[in-house]
């Protein structure tokens, strides 16, 4: 009897446990589905957010675009009086109204529609109150109009101007990444909870079918593969959730240190991209201008000296010649340490003014629909150029095939007809720098490179869907 009673109760509490077990499981899905709906809403605000801060940032570039070409346009008209230096200075005056109101239109902000206005009425106060008098005084040939009071007015008025034009594209950036942050931390317990829900329902399922083999051993296993892989440099690998809390917590944990390595090493190429980018500006906005002016004040000498004095022309000729090349080999420089229009066109232009400036054909095609991050975009843009490079140095290719692609992945093809038979991507092969860059995102790059018949470089990155920057569209 005792016996009877006892297995009676046993299947009186199996069943008990079952229902519970059920009622939990379903609520723990329940749960999960709508953690995930939660996380798909949220993600799809973000992406309406990122847009509308793209939309801001690339006006705001175009705005300060405009008021350069004022600023060097004008310049360029006080120093040699030619009508021909006031063309960009025409455009950039043509052009503003209307870019006026797209600038302000796109802030996303009251504060910085506030700031949106600010630079507005700045810059119209810079054409209307200082370049239009100075250009017309300058055409009545009022002396004054070069004076050195004149220059620092108009200087320190655009340099307040860029300031504020930094500090706005500071303010969007840091509201686009305090989204982007808020967006992934919320991404990330949606996972997890999503994850927790998953395990703990399948920690009910083994409960009673006892698979301890399956529910720790092969975790454990894992882990240790994963921390060995981990180890040898693979900072891409991650544990999946297991149907224990406790290796699932251990996963969520290792997790996490891997996705902290990462994104350290992800830091450093965006530091040093930032240094690239500062670099080139400064190039551009330094040492090219003086050289620009150098070689204006000498055209300007040479124009005052008479032909018949041939040793002094021959010499200003030279001399004007060696300036104009500086010119071109310091913009050459600056294109190389990082090119102007990957900042403000993006990937595809920038790979487009890459192919066009090649010394043998080079085509592109690009289906490229939105912008990605800086760090990616300038890695792949090196990428690129080292690519090509290579085919022009070594392949002794006459044609140059390159395609853009971007979906959930960035695939980017480069193939030439040159010589081929160029080795992996291995030490001494010349190519690790580039295995390098691409593998810092997550990436492959493929090669293939029969002798005799040309090379194809393939490059794929993924991108998860919501990470795109506030960067102006193609």
């Known amino acids: 009897m005792t016996v009877r009673r006892w297995h009676g109760s046993r299947r009186l509490g199996l069943t008990r446990l079952t229902v519970a077990a059920s009622a939990l499981l379903a609520l723990l899905i329940g749960v999960a589905f709508v953690v995930l709906l939660w996380a798909i809403d949220d993600a799809n605000d973000s992406t309406s957010a990122r847009r509308a801060s793209r939309t801001a940032l690339v006006e705001a570039g175009t705005m300060e675009q405009l008021l350069v070409d004022l600023e060097t346009g004008q310049r360029g008209f006080v120093i040699t009086k030619r009508e021909d230096f006031l063309q960009p200075w025409q455009a950039a005056r043509k052009a503003l109204p209307a870019e006026m109101r797209r600038f302000g239109d796109s802030a996303t902000t009251p504060a910085q529609r506030r700031t949106a206005e600010q630079i507005t009425r700045g810059v119209r106060s810079f054409l209307d109150d200082y370049s239009i008098p100075l250009v017309e005084s300058v055409r009545r040939g009022d002396p004054a109009a070069s004076g ?44 997890i909870a999503a994850g927790v829900g998953i395990a703990a329902s399948t920690a009910l399922v083994a409960a009673f079918t006892v698979l301890q083999h399956r529910a720790v051993v092969r975790p454990v296993r894992g882990a ?31 997790n996490t240190m891997a996705t902290s390595l990462q994104d350290s090493r992800r830091r450093t190429m965006e530091s040093v991209e930032a240094v690239h980018r500062r670099t080139a500006r400064d190039l551009h906005d330094g040492a090219q201008q003086r050289l620009v002016s150098l070689m204006i004040g000498l055209r300007l000498a040479r124009e005052m000296i008479p032909d ?15 300036a104009q090349t500086a010119i071109d080999e310091l913009r050459e420089l600056a294109r190389g340490i990082y090119p102007l229009v990957l900042t403000v066109k993006g990937l595809a232009a920038a790979v487009e003014d890459l192919a066009s400036r090649c010394p043998i054909p080079a085509v592109v095609r690009s289906e490229y629909p939105r912008r990605l991050s800086t760090t990616v975009e300038s890695n792949v843009y090196f990428v690129v150029a080292e ?22 992945v960035l695939r980017i093809h480069i193939v030439d007809d040159g010589v081929g038979g160029v080795g992996g991507a291995t030490a001494g092969s010349g190519l690790t720098g580039l295995a390098d860059r691409v593998s810092a995102f997550d990436g492959t790059l493929t090669i293939d490179s029969p002798p005799g018949a040309g090379t194809s470089l393939l490059v794929q990155i993924p991108i998860p869907s919501g990470t795109e920057t506030p960067s102006r569209l193609n």
């Open 224 to 254: 240790a593969a994963a921390a060995g892989r981990l180890a040898g440099g693979d900072l891409g690998v991650r544990i999946p959730p297991s149907r224990v809390a406790e290796i699932d917590a251990l996963g969520a944990s290792f």
């Open 308 to 322: 018949t004095d041939t040793p002094v022309t021959e010499l200003m000729d030279q001399s004007i010649d060696n």
């Open 148 to 191: 050195l009071a004149v220059t620092a007015e108009g200087k320190r008025r655009v340099d307040t101007l860029r300031d504020q034009f930094d500090a706005y594209t500071a303010g969007e950036r840091a509201q686009l990444a305090a989204r982007e942050d808020a967006a992934g931390a919320n991404a990330h317990r949606a996972v």
């Open 387 to 408: 690519a090509v490079t290579n085919a022009v140095k070594h392949a002794q290719a006459s044609r140059i095939d390159i395609s853009l692609d971007l979906t959930d």
